[in-house]
């Protein structure tokens, strides 16, 4: 008996002697020391050279194990848009890196300034203001999108104000205006005023309308869409007790271009009986009550060529409490005009023009985009009960009908204007801004809107990333700034704009721009970044 035990533990040590010996080995084959992890977008090739080598060619990820101690070259090959070392973008294509026990040391080769990405200062100037008093004009609400042969453009409000007009006149002072680049966002060219209209109704009782709000964007035929709601009065100035609700969005129009933004289309009217009811619009009747607030975000481009465009606006000009989101379907015929579906849709069971996206007065400032036969529409909520900044409703019959897919919590409860930016495969960057009036205590900071993107892959769950901050200021007095756009340029990177006139005591007004990649918006807890490319590029 004592003889087989004494086996049973020799055969026990021996057992746990060559596991032993195993986990020495194991541990010894181990990479051990810091990990470098480098990602590469573009076409082009990265190498790394000296203490360690490693070639990543074309958009990829590489994690290597590197001895503490190690001095690297890194070199970009060209065809590489940016490289991202350990997570922090670089816009240098030769960099020196050196490795510690803990951490990574990076140097320019050249000596310049290695930079990384800046919430606080835009990469570009898309436009300045030269004015910085409190009425000075200055730019709103921009808008992007990249043509077919190269030039970005963006499309912007230009007035005296976020919502006024001049009081003592009952004039509305503000136009549509474009800039453009031509060397891929590096600088843009003078403005050119596109939609002009305060001059049109002087003979109609010193009345005029103006354009704003723009939403720029290109379909999949190369066709510039442009849409935008026209304001205009609501009676007489005066009429409803303050000048803000004097003048109130009448229609919303669209324009359109076949030539790369060179010459656009005249005004057209985006057919809708919502909010009208067929009621024709009066320049002078008091008692007018419909046809308010009507504003455009990212259109939905469907299979086939139908088109869903986001409006929403109030059934009644006395009060914004009925808040109401709709979509428009519309037909793109291919050269430049669009034939609106007229009462494919019902509401209390009364045909309309127009689908409900979720109940009415509850929401404002729409955005849509659509894959796979899929439709999804972001709303910014104007509840009280509910906790969360927006919700994304779903459709999976053309946009005919919207169920409620999933909430965005924001820090303030509310978020504005919402964007979508189609990245290809199954990955969409949603854009907003967020009022933190309830977050920070500094007055500086009260009302700022910092802007916002996250990523979204219609096959995973929208919380699977993080929101990041793409903009934002420190020196907000006054804080009107915000309203993000985005478009994937031809060379694989995200260009944002966003304006800001927080500060107009102190500088004018601008709208910026900030260049990002893919791997800006993958956090820890969410898909690798791995996947995300993926999904990418299948």
């Given at each position: 008996m004592l003889e087989k035990h004494r086996k049973s533990f020799l055969l026990l040590g021996v057992l746990f002697l060559v596991s032993a010996i195993v986990l020495f080995v194991l541990l010894c084959l181990q990479p051990s020391g810091p990990r470098l992890t480098l990602c590469v977008t573009g076409n082009g090739s990265l190498t790394l050279s000296g203490d360690a080598a490693a070639t990543l060619d074309g958009a990829g990820e590489k994690t290597l194990f590197v001895e503490?101690?190690?001095?690297?070259?890194?070199?970009?090959?060209?065809?590489?848009?940016?490289?991202?070392?350990?997570?922090?973008?670089?816009?240098?294509?030769?960099?020196?890196?050196?490795?510690?026990?803990?951490?990574?040391?990076?140097?320019?080769?050249?000596?310049?300034?290695?930079?990384?990405?800046?919430?606080?200062?835009?990469d570009v100037l898309v436009y300045e203001a030269t004015e910085t008093s409190q009425s000075a004009t200055r730019p709103f609400f921009p808008s992007v999108t990249q043509a077919d042969d190269g030039t970005i453009l963006v499309a912007y409000y230009y007035a005296d104000g976020h919502a006024l007009y001049n009081q003592s006149e009952g004039k509305l002072s503000g136009v549509l205006c474009m800039v453009k680049s031509k060397n891929g966002g590096k600088s843009f060219m003078r403005p050119e005023v596109l939609v002009d209209l305060r001059d049109e109704d002087v003979t109609r009782g010193d009345f005029n309308r103006e354009p704003r709000d723009p939403n720029l964007q290109k379909l999949s035929d190369g066709t510039l869409l442009l849409t935008f709601p026209v304001r205009a009065p609501i009676g007489k100035p005066g009429y409803n007790g303050s000048n803000l609700n004097d003048y109130w969005s009448e229609r919303s129009y669209y324009m359109t271009s076949t030539d790369n933004g060179v010459t656009w289309s005249e005004m057209r009217e985006i057919e809708c009986d919502y909010f009208s009811r067929g009621e024709p619009f009066l320049y002078d009747d008091p008692t007018r009550t419909t046809g308010c607030w009507v504003k455009n975000g990212s259109v939905a481009e469907l299979e086939g060529g139908d088109l869903l465009i986001p409006l929403y606006g109030a059934e009644t000009c006395n009060t914004r409490a009925d808040y109401t989101c709709v979509v428009v379907k519309a037909h793109n015929n291919g050269d430049g005009t669009l034939t609106f579906l007229k009462d494919w849709a019902s509401v209390n069971g009364k045909k309309t023009d127009a689908a409900l996206v979720g109940n009415a007065g509850e929401g404002n400032e729409l955005a849509l985009f659509a894959k796979d036969g899929t439709a999804y529409a972001l709303k910014r909520t104007a509840i009280p009960s509910k906790t969360e900044g927006g919700v994304l409703y779903r459709s999976l019959d053309g946009g005919l009908s919207w169920?409620?897919?999933?909430?965005?919590?924001?820090?303030?409860?509310?978020?504005?204007?919402?964007?979508f930016c189609y990245l290809g495969g199954d990955l969409f960057l949603v854009n907003y801004s967020v009022p933190l009036a309830s977050v920070y205590d500094s007055p500086a900071r009260r009302t700022a809107r910092p802007v916002y993107g996250k990523l979204f892959d219609v096959n995973g769950k929208f919380s699977d990333y993080s929101a990041v901050t793409v903009y934002d200021t420190v020196t907000a007095t006054v804080a009107d700034m915000g309203n993000p756009a985005s478009v994937l340029l031809s060379d694989g990177r995200i260009f944002t704009v966003y304006y800001d006139t927080s500060a107009p005591a102190h500088r004018a007004g601008f709208i910026g721009g900030t260049f990002t990649t893919l791997s800006d918006y993958i956090g820890e807890e969410g898909p690798t970044l791995s996947a995300a490319l993926s999904a990418l590029l299948s």
């Open positions: 503490a101690g190690k001095n690297l070259t890194l070199t970009c090959l060209e065809g590489v848009s940016y490289v991202v070392v350990d997570g922090v973008r670089m816009e240098q294509t030769h960099l020196r890196l050196q490795m510690t026990d803990r951490d990574l040391t990076v140097e320019a080769v050249y000596g310049e300034e290695v930079k990384a990405m800046d919430i606080y200062t835009p169920q409620e897919y999933a909430t965005e919590p924001t820090a303030n409860n509310c978020l504005n204007q919402p964007n």
